[in-house]
Every structure is written in structure tokens, then in C-alpha cells.
């Protein structure tokens, strides 16, 4: 199916090719185009072109009206105040678009990228051997949305899960077992998911707490970290069962959050392993990474301490040990070379902003980033209570995912038994699970990833406002309208004259393709957030307006399902795109 041309973009040719005739010189001009309360759209690029010819603005745009062919797609073009243009287009227009994107169910007219791309994505990065917590649920959600929306624009994305599953605290919590066998109660050895993770969890804050108050014990885990990196068969095999234990916990935690992870995609930071010796030779041989009292440092002329002196990346250690930067740069170079990545993307808390920068500058004049390839870190803020501070416990812990999601799960659940109508016991636990997941979900991806956000469940359950709740059931209300049409299908007639209410749904909706296009470039989730919830919203108020199944004709009532059919397969593909489900009946 070939991909729709939208009306703003018919209607942006159309006044681009007037101001070209009026004004050659101008070249290409742009006329400024958007949607306006005024009419459905106003143009305000003539008042710069004009003062830049030495023109009258109002002249110039009288024109450029003298000019545009009105009839097919631009009903009423008049020029406004100094020279603006307001433009109001054709109700078979808007019918006829529509119907376009109506006969391409699965994508709805919305075009592949011209040149689309290898974006490798770096994203839900959980520590092994340790509880994921409400922190690590931002990367995991907007990552996994982007996801969506850049294959569906047809970017070739690889998704990478960059676990923690290396360095100091597997030393350490090693050790610790090896002298405190008894701990590791598993029983019958059935214990998994996340009564294995708590077990693990408990064992790591036990580890911690001796090593850092027993040096002695220090000195034992540093030497058994020694023995893992060297590949000591004893303690690679208790590693390995650690990572084994806390990936059969993360899948079931993902799967919770009706994501997809795939083992593949795991790449922990123990997978570049046998890179870190080579990417530490290759700076230190380009002069890019110099010896600093025995440490392998790259220096950088804005980042300095607090008493004014340089503070540098320190890819190895002068104990010979790598830091977190060495191995993500040799993650770099393994996407870059081997997976040949145009784009590299990083769905990383904002705290980590400094520490990403100076590795993308290290990897620019390593020649690893260049012009044609690029690292992005799409920054995120934090969650945050109802009070404002971040989100913690009563005791002052951080809140374990696993809790939050099973309470949003349960408040839904609540919230679906209320309303339901001839839902069984089954439906109702169903539905709640993709309503409360949804919910946090919305709540996330509504917000700008890079705002902090406040954690409120009995707001994101709710029916009112823009929360993901009142998009499912905006799409639940359409889904039982179409069931009570019975043998009436829905069928665009262009002929009809539309209502005020109709003209704006139908402008909404053919604005998708361009909303997703946007969306996926800027990685902004939230923008479709925002395009779905004013569809939602002019949805409300249509039907508030337009009976459907009592309109006036029979054509009426096939274009006005054809509208609501329209309408919730939009709702469909957009909320589906932000990763979250809508259910036929609520």
C-alpha cells in the first residue's frame, strides 16, 4: 500500500508553488504552515519573505491567493491581518484522505523513512544479582517504545540490554558465599524468579556491609575478582549461575510489563570482555588516552573538580583493572564495526550525562564516531513521589518494581470490576493487568523523558484526564459501537457535508503519519502520547455532538462509523506503538 499524502503537506505544496510563482526569487520558500483556531490552517511565512523582497506583506499574500487553485483539496483561501493566509479545505478532502488511510489497515498511510537506517538502542539495563527497582522502569518503557515506533518506520534497530553482570561486587558476593555457604537456602533448589532475586539481593547487602567494614574481607573478594576475570572454573561457575538466576527474574519481571526481551539481546558488560585490552592499546597508541600517575586517563578541557583541576575518564585503573568506560567503549566499537550502527542510541538516567559525554568525545577522536555515525543519550529524569522527592519507601528503601507493578495491577483491576458488564472473573483479572501496566506505562511516556515525573497510581487509573485508562476505554466505547451497527459497515461517502465536530476529528487523524514521523526522529514518545489523547478527546466530543447509529441518512451513519472505526484503529496502532494494549471490551 502506498503511503497517504496528508492534507498539510497537499496544502503546503500547494501555497510553496503560489509564493515560488509570485516571488522566484525566494527560491523554495516555505510558507510557515500549521493548524489554526481560525481556520484549519494558517500560513505566516509571507511577512519574513516580504520584508526580505522589500514587498508589502499584504500585497504579496494577495498573490499568492490570485495564484492557488481552490476547489479539490483548498475550499477558501483568504489573506488575514498583515499578511497572513487562512486556509480552509474541502470536506470531500478530508473524507477522501481518510478513506485512503482507512484502506491500509495495517499502517494507515504512514510512509518508511526515506533513508532509513541501523540503530542500535541500549536500554532496560538491570544489575544482576540485584532486585530491579521503580529506577530502572523508565529505561525500560521509553526504550522499549522507541523501539516500536523506529521499526515502524523501517530503521533497523538492534536492541541491546547492557546487564550489570561484571566487576568488583561478583568478587565480592562470590567470597562471601564461598565462607557463608549455609546462606544460599534454596531448599529443594526450585526457588526461582523472584524469590531466587530476594535471596540473591539480601546476600549482596550482606557482602556489602562486610566489605566495607572488614578489610581483610576486601582484600579476599578483590583477589577472588582476580580469579573471575582470570577464568577460574569454580568461580565462573558460580557467576554463571547468578546470571542465569537473575535473567529467569528479569524475564519474568518484563513479562509483567508486557515487554519483549530476548536472550540475544542480553549483552552485559561481561561480553566485551575480550575487546578492553585492545580499546585501551588502540587510545593509548592515537595519544587520544595518556598514563596518569599509572592510570590510562583521556583529559577534556571543560570537565574539572570542584578545586579547578581536569577530571579525566579513566579507562584503566593503575591497578591494571578497566572501569565502567573502557568496556563502554569497546561496546561502542563492537556496534559501530561489527553491527554497523549509523545511530547509537542510550536510554540512560540523566545522572549519567557527564560520564556518557565524555565517552562519546573519547570515541569522536578515537575515529570510532564520526560524521555518518552518531551516539545519542535520550537522557531521562527521575521518578518521583506524590511529594515531590524521589520515589522511596516508608522506610526510606528504594520501592522494588515488582510491588509497584502489582499494586497498579490490583487498583485497576478495581477500577475494571466496577465498570465491567458481563465480564468473567478471568476477563476482569486480564483486562486489569493491561489497564494498570498501561497505566504506568502512560504515565511515563506522557511525560517528557527528560522531566521528572510524579508516581501517583490513583491518578494514572483513573477515568478523567490524560491518563491511558480513558484512551483504552475511548477505544472499548468505539469497539461496542461497531458491534451494535450489526450488518451496517462502515463506508466513507465524500459527497457528505461534514460537521464542525467531524471536520476536526478527521484533520486530527489524518495529522498521524506525520505525528509518528516526528515522534520517531525526535525519539519523543510523549509527543504520540499527546496526538493520542486530543484524539481521544475530539473523539469525546463528536460523539457528544454526532449520533452515529441515529444520524439522519443511511450514508450519515456509514461515514460516521467509518469515522469511529477510523478513530479506534488509530488509537490501536498509536497506543501499540507506545507498547501499550487495548482491549476490546471494558
Known sequence: MASVTSLTASVHQRLADALSAALPEAGAADPLLRRSDRADFQANGILALAKKAKANPRELAAQVVSRVATGDVIGEIEVSGPGFLNITVTDRAITENLAARYADPERLGVPHAEHPGTTVIDYAQPNVAKEMHVGHLRSAVIGDSVVQLLEFTGETVVRRHHIGDWGTQFGMLIQYL????HELDHGSGEVTGEEAMSNLDRLYKAARKLFDSDEEFKTRARRRVVDLQAGDEQTLAMWQKFVDESKIYFFSVFEKLDMEIRDADIVGESGYNDMLAETCRLLEESGVAVRSEGALCVFFDDVKGPDGKPVPLIVQKSDGGYGYAATDLSAIRDRVFNLKADT????????????????FETARRAGWLNDDVTAVQLAFGTVLGKDGKPFKTREGETVRLVDLLDEAIERASAVVREKAQDLSEEEIAERGAQVGIGAVKYADLSTSASRDYKFDLDQMVSLN???????????????????????????AHPELALHEAERALGLHLDAFAELVAEAAAEYAPHKLAAYLYQLASLYTSFYDKCPVLK?????QVANRLFLCDLTARTLHRGMALLGIRTPERL
Open 178 to 181: 564461598d565462607e557463608h555457604p
Open 344 to 359: 547509537l542510541l542510550y536510554v540512560v538516567d540523566a545522572r549519567q550525562s557527564l560520564h556518557f559525554k565524555m565517552v
Open 465 to 491: 484526564g490524560d491518563t491511558s485508562v480513558y484512551l483504552q476505554y475511548a477505544y472499548a466505547r468505539i469497539r461496542s459501537i461497531l458491534r451494535k451497527a450489526g450488518d451496517v459497515r462502515p463506508a
Open 551 to 555: 444520524a439522519e441518512t443511511p450514508a
